[in-house]
């Protein structure tokens, strides 16, 4: 089994930063892409930012300049470095992680996903 467990959430006022982190456990045979999505109440959820294996990265328009992506391939984590945030980022902001793993049907890569984390954005 593959768990994406978030940390990081919580309230902070305007101008502020926060900084989530996902790490990845359980047996797996190597983690491609990571990202982080959001989804606020009556909008699809969105892309805010990912990375890949070999560290390229791609972004929201509405968050470039202010949100950094990155990993740390050793310790199966991803993190999301948030600054000058704004009440539109208010949001529940998911973890999610293209992961292969060996199974008894071959190599099976799967996109995992985690609980979710709240981010509060509010004076």
């Known amino acids: 089994q593959v768990q994406l467990v978030e940390s990081g959430g919580g309230l902070v006022q305007p101008g502020g930063s926060l900084r989530l982190s996902c790490a990845a456990s359980?047996?797996?045979?190597?983690?491609?892409?990571m990202g982080w999505y959001r989804r606020t109440p009556g909008k699809e959820r969105e892309l805010v930012a990912r990375?890949?294996?070999?560290?390229?990265?791609d972004y929201a328009d509405s968050v470039k300049g202010r949100f950094t992506i990155s990993r740390d391939n050793a310790k199966n984590t991803v993190y999301l470095q948030m600054n000058s945030l704004k009440p539109d980022d208010t949001a529940v902001y998911y973890c999610?992680?293209?992961?292969?793993?060996?199974?008894?049907?071959?190599?099976?890569?799967?996109?995992?996903w985690g609980q979710g984390t709240q981010v509060t954005v509010s004076s």
């Open positions: 990375i890949t294996s070999g560290g390229s990265t």
């Open positions: 359980g047996s797996f045979f190597r983690i491609h892409d």
């Open positions: 999610n992680s293209r992961i292969s793993r060996i199974t008894t049907t071959g190599l099976t890569t799967t996109d995992y």
